[in-house]
């Protein structure tokens, strides 16, 4: 290696004015949404990257699709359309149910739902910040997808998108120490917020008063309140409930439906904005 | 310098991050070595009038992006690390590597607290055992970074 250059020492000055934009870069970066596009710009810059590391887990599914005896493949085939059928099937009474909704909310004069549209997306292997809940899919801005969309696997919501690029997104779990969502038991209509705490299988509700009609095996859905979730999808069931004493609130544990650590694919929904009415 | 050494280095930094995000099982991940940071201790010890603080910053924002945190966080802790090497390595260079790996340990020490240290003023949850898993291993790889770096360098005939 060379001598030192007397120019290379890195100045105290200049370290120190570094320092201090990453400080006010960290502020604005919290505060505001001004660096959104910027940290879009790069994640797109970055995508290729994303998916080379992908690609061994891309390459491995594909090969043991690809290997998969033809008689398996008939048998799932099969199972599928048995599946499909009883889908249907039940599909006709929800359409019914639906249309009645829709007549009777028009009765009341109050707005008519729209059924949400649905992006089908991808998780890509790639590993965040592990003190984080971050997954990262494979649909951005050129598939429409937007900041603020929940994203669901077919049990239930895993989260909501919170970066975007042009072909990909960042998602936040539900169970991120960050994330709470708005929920509401299904048995008796009350209303609640579930915190995630890091961990995968468990949701915090928390603030709840130890007179609310709770119980264990309850099922939560989205409230739909805050505007951020769209109401009536699954989010957990509860696992426990454990009184405090000391403040009178109950503190609940609840387990999320959706399959946070497995589930490769997923829904990203696109809410429709519900009409005036009639 | 040319643009070709220009590239080998750049193409170093690009083998960081993409380490840094490979997918690794759940119980390892803690293990994972902050490459990026091992990459620029060796590139700012071997050609410091290249690579210094401006280079610990872009590549700290690079790995802000992809992995998700708050804008500055890591090129915080990176350029941290890289002044202190910048006005120690001569003292270092000289000593064995596995001296080297002690001083190096200390180094991605410090860059974990800055990192740790905003993951707690944002109220996220700090790890405590985890803490050291990342540096440790970053000190017990770092002779061979060392070696496979230098190799590099000089076969690209940086200087």
Redesign the interface.
């Known amino acids: 290696?060379?001598q030192?250059?007397p120019?290379?020492?890195?100045t105290p000055i200049?370290?120190l004015f570094?320092?201090g934009?990453?400080?006010?870069?960290?502020f604005?970066?919290?505060r505001f949404n001004h660096?959104e596009v910027?940290?879009s710009n790069?994640?797109l810059a970055?995508s290729p990257?994303?998916y080379?590391?992908?690609l061994p887990?891309i390459t491995g599914n594909w090969a043991s699709d690809w290997l998969t005896a033809q008689t398996e493949l008939l048998e799932e085939n099969l199972a599928l359309e048995a599946e499909d059928r009883i889908i249907n099937a039940r599909l006709q009474k929800m359409q019914v149910l639906q249309a009645e909704n829709t007549r009777l909310r028009s009765l009341l004069g109050s707005s008519r739902r729209v059924a949400d549209q649905v992006i089908v997306a991808e998780l890509l292997?790639?590993?965040?910040?592990?003190?984080?809940q971050?997954i990262e899919i494979n649909k951005g801005t050129i598939d429409g997808v937007t900041i603020g969309q929940a994203v669901i696997d077919e049990f239930g919501i895993m989260g909501q998108v919170i970066?975007v690029n042009r072909y990909t997104a960042?998602t936040i779990l539900i169970s991120d120490?960050?994330h709470a969502i708005p929920v509401q038991f299904i048995r008796s209509g009350t209303r609640s917020i579930a915190f995630g705490?890091?961990n995968t299988d468990q949701l915090e509700l928390r603030y709840l008063p130890a007179t609310a009609d709770i119980m264990v095996d309850d099922e939560l859905v989205t409230s739909g309140l805050g505007g951020r979730f769209p109401a009536d999808y699954p989010v957990a069931t509860v696992t426990s409930i454990t009184a405090d004493l000391t403040r009178g609130f109950v503190s609940v544990l609840a387990k999320p439906l959706a399959r946070l650590d497995s589930s490769r694919e997923v829904l990203v929904i696109k809410p429709e904005n519900s009409t005036a009415p009639e | 310098m040319s643009q070709l050494r220009y590239f080998v280095i750049f193409l170093s930094l690009?083998t960081g991050?993409?380490l840094?995000?490979?997918?690794?099982p759940e119980t390892v991940?803690?293990y994972?070595p902050h490459w990026v940071a091992l990459m620029l201790i060796y590139w700012s010890?071997?050609?410091?009038?290249r690579i210094?603080?401006?280079f610990?910053?872009f590549s700290?924002?690079?790995v802000d992006?992809?992995?998700?945190?708050?804008?500055?966080?890591h090129?915080?802790a990176l350029?941290?690390i890289?002044?202190i090497n910048?006005?120690f390595y001569?003292r270092i260079?000289v000593m064995s590597l596995a001296q080297q790996a002690m001083y190096v340990f200390g180094l991605l020490v410090m860059g974990q607290v800055v990192i740790v240290w905003?993951?707690g003023i944002?109220?996220?949850?700090?790890?405590i055992l985890a803490f050291f898993a990342a540096p440790f291993v970053g000190m017990m790889i770092w002779p061979w970074i060392f070696v496979i770096l230098r190799d590099i360098r000089r076969k690209a005939r940086i200087?």
């Open positions: 290696m060379k030192l250059h120019r290379a020492r890195g200049r370290a570094l320092m934009l990453s400080i006010a870069l960290m604005v970066d919290q660096l910027v940290r790069i994640s970055l990257l994303r080379l590391v992908s887990a292997s790639v590993d965040q910040n592990p003190y984080r971050l970066h960042t120490p960050e705490n890091g | 690009l991050l993409i840094m995000i490979m997918p690794l991940q803690i994972r010890m071997a050609i410091p009038e210094g603080l401006w610990a910053f700290g924002i690079m992006v992809s992995q998700g945190t708050l804008l500055g966080q090129t915080l350029i941290i890289v002044y910048l006005n001569q260079r905003v993951e944002m109220g996220r949850p700090i790890p200087n």
